[in-house]
């Protein structure tokens, strides 16, 4: 089932919060860019951003993608639930607006990412799972997704079968 991971985020927005989804580890997930490789990854241009994406959803299961105020409509965010489809892996998608940051902020919730792309006529945000813990507490958040996060990684491995 889902044992190994790509997760997708919004870097600049919620890498703290992604952070401690990651470390929640139930899941083994990525390679984390540190700061300084990022960036050179980004200096790289498209191509070596594309390449590093690719690199990385190498032999994953699914896409856990951790949604945020601003993660609909990124690029590569698009990129990434585009090629996961392709890819025939699970994908499933996580808010995770009410997990604080490093300066102990919450954000707003984000428009749902799969809302732009179809299957075959049908929207992606009928067929891939979107979760928001029903809880405005970040520790209950927290709580809420380590609890849930493998059942719902392997659920979307199912999901994707069905397609």
Same mark, same amino acid.
């Given at each position: ?15 703290? #919060?992604?952070? %401690?989804?990651?470390?929640?580890? !139930? ?5 984390? +860019? ?5 960036? @050179? ?6 191509? +070596? ?6 690199? %990385?959803?190498?032999?994953?299961? /699914? @896409? ?5 105020? +601003? @993660? ?22 996580? /808010? ?5 940051? #490093? ?18 006529? @049908?929207?992606?945000?009928?067929? !891939? ?23 719902? +990684?392997?659920?979307?491995? !199912? ?5």
């Amino acid at each position: 089932m889902a044992k190994q991971v790509f997760y997708s985020f919004h870097y600049d927005n919620d890498n703290w #919060r992604a952070s %401690q989804v990651r470390n929640i580890g !139930v899941i083994e997930g990525n390679r984390p +860019a540190p700061d300084n490789d990022w960036e @050179t990854i980004k200096k790289g241009g498209e191509k +070596a951003i594309q390449k590093w994406i690719d690199d %990385q959803m190498h032999y994953r299961s /699914c @896409t856990i993608l951790l949604v945020g105020s +601003a @993660t609909a409509d990124r690029k590569w965010i698009d990129y990434e639930i585009q090629k996961t489809w392709e890819e025939g892996m699970g994908l499933v998608g996580i /808010c995770i607006h009410n997990l604080k940051d #490093r300066n102990g902020n919450q954000s707003t919730q984000g428009k749902n990412p799969f809302l732009g792309f179809n299957i075959n006529g @049908t929207p992606l945000s009928q067929i !891939v799972k979107l979760y928001n813990p029903p809880f405005s507490d970040s520790k209950l958040v927290y709580n809420h997704i380590s609890e849930n996060l493998l059942k719902w +990684a392997e659920e979307s491995v !199912v999901i994707r079968k069905k397609y």
